[in-house]
């Protein structure tokens, strides 16, 4: 299994909502990242989890929470978010071992704020 | 890590190879080359990565001049679903650490 998913494919919510965006991994990597991609711009990192622990942030606002529950699984949870939240948000994963840099991406969830 | 410039977008014609190229002039000893692509409404796809030499995958290949401050993506028989937004990405070899993508070239291929 080579594949990053991630769920939902598509998710719209209110500033007041409280939802969460998933993604899984079975191919033993040991890190795992979200990144943020708004409209016509690259993607942005957002957060890292080496070894299931927060290994960087990117300075991001703390409506954004995420979480490693396990090796294969990360979620990231939406509190409270702005209309300038809305955005196409990325998974990723590698080894997480020097030398093994190749990050696979999911296919993205894209994100709307009313 | 170091900055990379690349052209905002390149047109080639189907069945014809497509160069990509990439400037890092300010690329460090222990840095390596890495080229990503985004095809529209997906997420980011690995293509290759090199340090020094020379490398090819069933994908493309990645040319790297000597003096390690440019390189070309080379993409060898282009088709249409080779469309897509290229980046090349400068990165030390540490094991769980960002991707910082520049603006990439957007490549269009023409029947």
């Known amino acids: 299994d080579t594949e990053v998913t991630q769920t939902p494919k598509h998710l719209v919510m209110g500033m007041t909502n409280k939802k969460s965006l998933k993604c899984e991994q079975h191919?033993?990597?040991?890190?795992m990242y979200w990144y943020k991609q708004k409209a016509k711009k690259p993607p942005e990192l957002m957060f890292v989890?080496?070894?299931?622990?927060?290994?960087i942030n990117e300075s991001v606002p703390s409506r954004f929470s995420p979480e490693c529950p396990n090796s294969s699984l990360l979620n990231l949870h939406l509190h409270a978010l702005q209309p300038e939240d809305s955005a196409l948000y990325l998974c990723?994963?590698?080894?997480?071992?020097?030398?093994?840099?190749?990050?696979?991406f999911g296919p993205g969830t894209r994100l709307t704020v009313l | 890590d170091a900055k990379t410039t690349q052209p905002p977008s390149m047109d080639c014609a189907e069945g014809r190879a497509a160069n990509l190229p990439c400037n890092h002039s300010t690329i460090s000893g222990n840095e390596y080359v890495y080229w990503y692509r985004q095809i529209h409404s997906q997420g980011p796809q690995y293509i290759i990565h090199g340090l020094k030499n020379n490398e090819t995958n069933e994908m493309a290949s990645l040319i790297i001049t000597e003096d390690r401050k440019s390189s070309t993506l080379i993409l060898p028989h282009a088709t249409l679903r080779d469309t897509a937004v290229y980046y090349c990405?400068?990165?030390?070899?540490?094991?769980?650490?960002?991707?910082?993508f520049g603006q990439g070239t957007r490549l269009t291929i023409n029947p």
């Open positions: 990723a994963s590698s080894q997480g071992q020097r030398g093994y840099n190749e990050q696979f």
């Open positions: 989890y080496s070894y299931e622990k927060l290994s």
């Open positions: 191919m033993g990597h040991r890190a």
């Open positions: 990405i400068v990165r030390r070899p540490q094991g769980a650490q960002k991707l910082v």
